[in-house]
């Protein structure tokens, strides 16, 4: 769920373009730097930013037996870190906004801040905090990609609530209508998110181990060893 | 193909440079966000409506599959204008809230409507290697444009093996359906870095230095087109200032 074009008044709408602007500036510096040291990267940043694309493109099915679309914010965050998250968001978005009609071009900044920054941020932090802890990679996984999916939806709920005050009681009474109807409802969705997000890695931990520890998801050594085991194997 | 792309590849306004078609679909947002949503924004709708219909040829039934998306989210959003939390009783109706809720609605529609025109008549494939001029990091338009042309051959990937998953009866019990979508998940992540990959070797065997050249159909700046454009926007303003005033 993007806000759409023209929800937000025009100095919202800037403000949150404010707001997203040096994260996204970092993310493009780190992106021009990663090019420039590695040309080929373009190709593979590419094709992240596609698959990011594709993901948000799957309908899930809730947990209340509804549908819905993944953020693919956390899994981003794991594998391509919040900085270049950032931006391949940003791009992402923009083909939302230009191709789908979901989002908008003056509401960009906004639905930046909540799906690429605030998402893959809270996501990532997460899983950084629970992998030092030495809780489980999968476990680690599904707390990273529900705490992205819903931090996404309640940071766009404060974007609502700020944009239209509720007449009596404000801010919070605001936040509470628009959080019971974009967060509150979300929360199935984000277990969902969470449950697809753990199985979509162990099928890659068994198919891409090569690419998620050139990712940085395993540890380089690892993949030494499973390389010894497997020539040790044949 | 994503339908507004094929509809912009074969728009009558194609061949037209994409600042033309920026100074009028993105001029019309920029004024229904900014004019008073009565009249402003409403003047802003029925103006975008007639181009898109009427000279831009855009498809009426491709036009309202598109402009829905928008409008579900703009009602469900302008509903919670229409209740209040707090005061006498714990919830209510808000007092003025149907207009707010109306405002909101048109002033929505009507930036929507701005886009989608934008949207409808211009390829994203004019568009992006154009933004280098606009100051866009050479880098990042390279990688949008990767991540551009791969997506469609992504989600063809990815019809023809839901298709696949559904034959093989890969949809019929809850946990079937959640082992596809993960093996969805992770097919589109293992073919999307096989392809980059053979991009990269492909691309190796021509002498890639890191830049991708890519042909842009030639298209001029008509300042015909643009200068009546800025005399619409022009009109659309000055007829809501003389209106507000009796409509209101």
């Known amino acids: 769920m993007h806000i759409a074009e023209g929800f937000l008044p025009p100095a919202h709408a800037i403000a949150w373009g404010v707001a997203s602007a040096p994260f996204v500036v970092h993310g493009v510096r780190s992106l021009t730097r990663e090019v420039k040291e590695h040309p080929e990267s373009t190709l593979l940043l590419g094709a992240s930013g596609a698959f990011t694309f594709v993901l948000s493109a799957l309908k899930l099915p809730s947990v209340t037996g509804s549908c819905s679309h993944p953020t693919g914010t956390g899994l981003g965050a794991i594998l391509f870190r919040p900085p270049i998250m950032a931006v391949l968001g940003t791009i992402t978005l923009l083909f939302q906004a230009l191709l789908l009609a979901h989002g908008g071009l003056t509401t960009l900044g906004a639905n930046v801040f909540s799906m690429a920054i605030v998402g893959p941020w809270a996501g990532y932090a997460v899983y950084r905090l629970l992998r030092r802890t030495g809780v489980p990679l999968m476990v680690a996984v599904f707390f990273a990609a529900f705490v992205a999916d819903l931090s996404t939806y309640c940071v766009t709920s404060v974007q609502l609530a700020l944009a239209f005050p509720d007449p009596s009681s404000g801010f919070l009474g605001a936040l509470g209508k628009f959080g019971s109807i974009f967060a509150v409802t979300q929360i199935p969705l984000a277990v969902s998110e969470g449950f697809l997000t753990v199985l979509v890695m162990r099928l890659l931990a068994q198919s891409s181990k090569g690419e998620l520890t050139r990712l940085g998801v395993f540890p380089a050594d690892e993949r030494k060893r499973t390389e010894t085991t497997e020539a040790v194997a044949r | ?248």
């Open chain 2, 1 to 248: 193909m994503l339908p507004i792309d094929e509809a912009a590849h074969s728009s009558r306004w194609r061949r037209r440079h994409p600042v033309d078609k920026a100074v009028l679909g993105l001029g019309l947002t920029v004024l229904a966000i900014s004019l008073p949503p009565w009249p402003g924004a409403a003047l802003v709708m029925m103006t975008a409506l007639t181009v898109m219909l009427g000279p831009a040829g855009v498809p009426g039934r491709r036009l309202w599959r598109a402009y829905r998306v928008p409008l579900g989210f703009c009602v469900t959003g302008a509903a919670t204008l229409l209740v209040r939390v707090g005061g006498d009783g714990f919830v209510g109706l808000a007092e003025g809230g149907p207009q707010r809720a109306g405002e909101l609605l048109l002033r929505t529609s009507a930036a929507s409507l701005g886009v989608l025109l934008f949207a409808f008549t211009t390829p994203m494939s004019d568009l992006l290697p154009r933004l280098v001029k606009a100051g866009v990091p050479a880098p990042v338009v390279d990688v949008a444009l990767v991540t551009y042309r791969m997506s469609f051959l992504l989600l063809d990937s990815v019809r023809s093996v839901r298709q696949a998953q559904a034959a093989r009866l890969g949809h019929t019990t809850r946990a079937a359906a959640w082992r596809s979508l993960a093996g969805l998940g992770a097919t589109a992540f293992v073919r999307a870095f096989d392809r980059a990959a053979r991009l990269q070797n492909g691309l190796a065997g021509r002498g890639y230095d890191g830049t991708l050249r890519v042909l842009v159909p030639k298209a001029r700046v008509s300042a015909r087109f643009t200068t009546a454009s800025a005399a619409l926007l022009a009109a659309l303003i000055t007829l809501t200032l003389v209106l507000e005033g009796p409509l209101s």
